[in-house]
């Protein structure tokens, strides 16, 4: 298989379905920002972490992929003519969005209760968590502007909203495991 096919040169993309779009499409835009997600995830998933951690980002990156496919077919070519669906793959649905909030639930037991917003930082492998949280909320807006021009699966949305509060937590999780301080946000009137 050839890396490059030389039909983007000019600028456009193709779409699952075959339609040619801008590379600076909004759709484009949203489903490239999950690849970034994913690869900033992988970074995480590299660093010496507990090893349900890493099972659980690596079941996290491959529901990325299914997003990504999700995010790159348009609706009108969902379904092919003969009616079945193109997109022949388990979708993220539901069941995806619960399966965060149980992971998040979990860490959450072993955690000291916020009672500050937390600085990001404090060591390299938990700001790489803040990172992919970040990038995870720019891919989430990235996905409702879409959504307001195109319809697209309302559990993709949920899911990107509850990514990032499972990002959030494993930072946490990530400074107890590691002995790092966190680092309260103190406004500067109350200093």
């Known amino acids: 298989m050839k890396i490059y096919t030389k039909t983007g040169d000019k600028g456009t993309t193709a779409l699952f379905g075959g339609t ?31 090893s349900n ?5 690596i079941r996290i990156q491959n529901e990325l992929f ?6 790159a077919t348009p609706p009108e070519k969902e379904v092919l003519k003969s009616g079945k669906q193109r997109l022949n793959i388990p979708k993220i ?3 995806s969005v619960q399966l965060l909030e149980k992971e998040i639930d979990t860490m959450n037991l ?21 990172i992919a949280r970040c990038v995870c909320r720019r ?23 509850r990514l990032s509060d499972h990002l959030f937590v ?17 406004p500067e009137k109350e200093k």
């Open 66 to 71: 299914t997003l990504g496919a999700m995010l």
């Open 139 to 161: 891919a989430e807006r990235l996905a409702t502007g879409l959504n307001e021009n195109e319809t697209i699966n309302p559990d993709i949305l949920t899911y990107l909203n």
């Open 53 to 57: 951690s890493i099972e659980s980002l």
């Open 93 to 95: 649905t539901n069941s």
């Open 20 to 50: 040619r779009v801008p590379k600076h499409h909004l759709r484009i835009e949203s489903y490239g920002t999950i690849d970034e997600l994913n690869s900033y995830i992988g970074l995480i998933r590299d660093q010496e972490i507990d």
């Open 170 to 186: 494993l930072a946490r999780k990530l400074s107890k495991d590691l002995s790092v301080k966190e680092t309260p946000w103190i």
């Open 110 to 130: 072993e955690l000291p209760p916020m009672t500050n917003f937390i600085l990001p930082g404090g060591n390299q492998t938990v700001s790489f968590c803040h």
